[in-house]
């Protein structure tokens, strides 16, 4: 492959229109094709051709626009895939954000917890992690029939009792319900049947603490841990060596500060 590639580079002129757009579009696909894939292996995302042409042509683009601003339209027009013979769709190129779990502040812990309820059948997850981003606590549970907001306020409580049984005093909870954190910070009225768990959760949450939402891709260690729960029979914990091997690839993006895509 290094040979191939090298002798596609030697007979490509990069001193005409042809040789730097078919150049800018090869060394753009190669540089997303192993963004997508870094992001399957250690994020456990799906790798989607559709998004790395997008980001692509984006690409291609914003390249065009670094040339000459002022003409942007007429530019990219010359710019694109005419010289290659290729079919100009339109596409509609959205950004979306990144984002990953940010560490708490020296000396403190955070509890990161998340539900998950397929088929009605609900189980959640969660862990307490230390300022260098090592685990202290980590468990999963299946929890019984229920819907979504139920599977949510049993892993926040089921969290919240097991840091008070082991003494672990956090200064932060963090979950990807926006509708659970609002409740629990009494902006919105709960249901009843998460009422009393919230009521209970609040009695068991130093004083100190603070509920604060997160997006599901900045949560995505307590999300494995969920989703692991619907194999357990009732409540499993783990230390950081003894964690499922379906949230190694979550562990480690955590540690290493690895930013996670959100889509628009």
Same mark, same amino acid.
């Given at each position: 492959? !290094?040979?191939?590639?090298?002798?596609?580079? %030697?007979? &490509?002129?990069? =001193?005409?229109?042809?040789?730097?757009?078919?150049?800018? &579009?090869?060394?753009?696909?190669?540089?997303? &094709?192993?963004? =997508?894939?870094?992001? +399957?292996?250690?994020?456990?995302?799906?790798?989607?051709? @559709?998004?790395?042409?997008?980001?692509?042509?984006?690409?291609?683009?914003?390249?065009?626009? =670094?040339?000459?601003?002022?003409? $942007?339209?007429?530019?990219?027009?010359?710019?694109?895939?005419?010289?290659?013979?290729?079919?100009?769709?339109?596409?509609?190129?959205?950004?979306?954000?990144?984002?990953?779990?940010?560490?708490?502040?020296?000396?403190?812990?955070? #509890?990161?917890?998340?539900? /998950? *309820?397929? %088929?009605?059948?609900?189980?959640?997850?969660?862990?307490?992690?230390?300022?260098?981003?090592?685990?202290?606590?980590?468990?999963?549970?299946?929890?019984?029939?229920?819907?979504?907001?139920?599977?949510?306020?049993? +892993?926040?409580?089921?969290?919240?009792?097991? *840091?008070?049984?082991?003494? #672990? /005093?956090?200064?932060?909870?963090?979950?990807?319900?926006?509708?659970?954190?609002? *409740?629990?910070?009494?902006?919105?009225?709960?249901?009843?049947? @998460?009422?009393?768990?919230?009521?209970?959760?609040?009695?068991? &949450? !130093? /004083?100190?603490? =603070?509920?604060?939402?997160?997006?599901?891709?900045?949560?995505?260690?307590?999300?494995?841990?969920?989703?692991?729960?619907?194999?357990? $029979?009732?409540?499993?914990?783990?230390?950081? %060596?003894?964690? !499922?091997?379906?949230?190694?690839?979550?562990?480690?993006?955590? #540690?290493?500060?690895?930013?996670?895509?959100?889509?628009?």
């Amino acid at each position: 492959m !290094p040979s191939l590639h090298a002798n596609w580079l %030697d007979k &490509i002129n990069l =001193s005409s229109q042809f040789g730097m757009v078919s150049t800018s &579009i090869a060394a753009l696909t190669l540089w997303h &094709i192993w963004l =997508s894939r870094n992001s +399957a292996i250690f994020a456990g995302t799906s790798m989607s051709w @559709i998004c790395v042409r997008n980001q692509v042509i984006q690409g291609v683009h914003d390249l065009s626009i =670094s040339f000459n601003p002022k003409i $942007q339209d007429s530019y990219i027009n010359r710019l694109r895939l005419n010289h290659l013979s290729f079919i100009q769709i339109p596409v509609v190129v959205q950004n979306g954000t990144w984002t990953n779990w940010q560490v708490p502040p020296y000396g403190s812990l955070k #509890l990161n917890t998340d539900g /998950s *309820c397929i %088929d009605n059948a609900c189980a959640g997850g969660g862990v307490v992690r230390y300022h260098t981003g090592m685990i202290i606590l980590a468990f999963s549970s299946s929890f019984g029939i229920g819907n979504s907001a139920e599977a949510e306020a049993k +892993a926040m409580h089921l969290g919240l009792r097991l *840091c008070s049984e082991r003494g #672990l /005093s956090i200064s932060f909870m963090e979950l990807d319900s926006l509708f659970l954190v609002n *409740c629990f910070n009494d902006l919105w009225d709960p249901p009843w049947a @998460i009422e009393y768990i919230l009521r209970d959760c609040k009695n068991l &949450i !130093p /004083s100190h603490a =603070s509920v604060s939402h997160v997006f599901r891709e900045a949560n995505g260690l307590a999300d494995r841990l969920a989703a692991h729960g619907h194999t357990c $029979q009732g409540i499993f914990t783990f230390e950081r %060596d003894s964690l !499922p091997t379906t949230c190694h690839a979550s562990y480690q993006a955590d #540690l290493l500060g690895q930013p996670q895509y959100r889509p628009p």
